[in-house]
């Protein structure tokens, strides 16, 4: 269990109570008298910042601020803020940044359609049970990472302008989402107990060191994925998903305005290295920049659909003096790499594809691109996919 830091705010002291105090009032918004409790409000409501930091709420205290506020807040900080029972944060406009660190919800916890004009940090927030954010809006970055999820979480529609980080955050309960990302979205050493079922939109999906505990399906759209050491105890399934996503009312997410990205056209597959594939089924990925090297169980990957490899540029090169041509076939993207590394000449080189190495400093040697290729050819003919195997023989 995570330990809140020491506060840096005079704090109230009611019987432990770590909430801010309201100024020159001498205790927090929970504990200070009725008086006291409407200038504070009142003055939250005129524009001031709302400092809440430590204060415990109830749910008749959070509808009193819903209330006085009209659901808009300044620089709101709820810093180890507690909540009891169900809290209802649906429709809140926090206008400029919003602070949630170290917050704890004891019941459910509602944000559908909430609006946040700066960043809005979550980091370590503990959830206890579930949490919905559909239809959030956030104009910056949105941060929860180390967050705690322990019942279900509902992402459904959210639109993140700037990055969206969830790093070695833990999800007890199942996910759906769908996330519109203008930036990244990072899942870095998080762990999904319960099936997770995610639709994201984004030019960078980071999973590293990611624990998939149930079985999880990601569908992605111009999205590059990086599963690079990830956990697959379950089965996980990454498609291409074609066209705008749907949401639950029929009607499309609008994406003009946080993609405009440079991302690819299609969605793509950086890297499994390190992962155990006999779990994982590609679908309709494009795999030109994949890098398979280190990747366990590798000729049980299911690649199925129109998941396009790269190819060596069509020519002529020379080695030892002697023509070549290089033939337009299949090539996986660690071959590339080891073709930059071993051609001696510029003009062979050329005829391969300039591949950001995932693991500088790796030793692969042509014998090592030699099995890539037998496990992944054994993967594609138990796929159905004779032809496709053919270029790797």
Known sequence: MTVAPTPTWPICGHGGCRGVVVPRRGRCL??????????????????????????????????????????ILYEARFEQAVFTGDVDFSGFLFSGPVDFRDARFEGTADFTRIGVRGHADFRRTVFEDEVIFDRGDFEGAADFSRAEFRGRV????????????????????????????????????AVLERPARLYAATPRLTCRDTTFVGPSTLRVRRTQVDLTDANLASQVSILQHFGPFCLPDGTNMEETRPLGWGSPFLAELLSVRGVDVSFLTVVDMGLRPCQFFGAHHLDQIRITGESLFGSPQSGWGVHGGIPLRWTNRRAIADEHLLRQRLESSDRNRRAWTDIDDDLPGTVMEPAHVAQLYRQLRKALEDSKDEPGAGDFY
């Not at 700037?162 to 519109?180: F, H, K, T, W, Y």
């Open 30 to 71: 929970a504990h200070v008298d009725a008086a006291g409790r409407q200038i504070s409000l009142l003055s939250t409501a005129a524009g001031s910042p709302a400092d809440y930091r430590g204060v415990p709420f109830t749910p008749e205290l959070l509808e009193e601020l819903r209330r006085r506020s009209q659901r």
């Open 154 to 189: 509902s992402l459904t529609g959210t639109r993140v302008a700037r990055n969206m980080r969830l790093d070695m955050a833990r999800c007890s309960g199942p996910v759906e989402a769908m996330i519109v990302s203008g930036s990244e979205i990072h899942l870095t050493g």
